[in-house]
């Protein structure tokens, strides 16, 4: 399928399921290069858009590994504590352990920047970062992206987890927003 139509708004393909693959296999073995003398790390993949990366990464792993899977929450707190940042579904210790978030896609950063705040508080041994795509010129954040599978313009795209407006998530290959109908 060369283009979708999701909603009101027509996507064309950019990315192949092929190239998204051939970019895991790069990603995954640079993984097991750097990580295979740390005693199990635990992969922390963020839901929802996270789960096709996931799947697909974690069977590259080589060396004994965990993996869990998280959702950031942000709530209105009180006046005093204003935004609160929760993270739900965590239930293993991660304190003094190495741990690799994995995101679908990093944008301006801020979701990144919450999360690592909210581990941080679990002291870690390490907080590294694996996303599938970045877009370099939207990222604000302080923290270095460690792997990433491809670096992307500034626009929106669906497919492969990820979403618009809940739908397109099914999708093999990723597709870039090419107009509103
Ligand atoms: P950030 O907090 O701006 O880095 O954005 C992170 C989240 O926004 C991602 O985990 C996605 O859920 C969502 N997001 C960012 N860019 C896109 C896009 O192009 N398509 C779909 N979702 C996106
Ligand atoms: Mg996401």
């Known amino acids: 399928m060369k283009n979708v139509i999701l909603k009101d708004k027509e996507f064309t393909l950019t ?12 990603l ?6 750097d990580l295979k003398n740390v005693t199990v790390p635990l992969f922390l993949s963020i839901l929802n858009g996270s789960f096709m990366f996931t799947a697909d990464l ?11 899977f998280i959702k950031l929450a942000s709530y209105q707190g ?11 579904g965590l239930q293993e210790s991660i304190e ?18 919450k999360l690592y705040t909210e581990l941080q508080k679990k002291n870690p041994a390490k907080i590294m970062i694996a996303t599938l795509l970045y ?29 618009y407006d809940g739908i397109g998530r099914n999708l093999p290959d990723i597709y870039t927003l090419a107009r509103q109908l």
């Open 28 to 33: 995954a073995s640079k993984i097991n290069h």
């Open 96 to 113: 003094g352990r190495t741990v690799i978030i994995i995101e679908d896609i990093v944008d301006t950063g801020h979701t990144l920047e």
């Open 135 to 163: 877009k370099p010129d939207s990222y604000k954040g302080s923290h270095k992206v460690d792997y990433v599978g491809k670096s992307i313009p500034n626009d929106f795209i669906v497919g492969y987890g990820l979403d």
């Open 58 to 68: 974690l069977k590259r792993i080589q060396f004994p590994c965990e993996v869990s």
């Open 78 to 88: 009180t006046s005093s504590t204003g935004v609160v940042n929760e993270l739900i």
């Open 15 to 26: 990315y192949t399921s092929d190239d998204i693959q051939s970019d895991i296999d790069v």
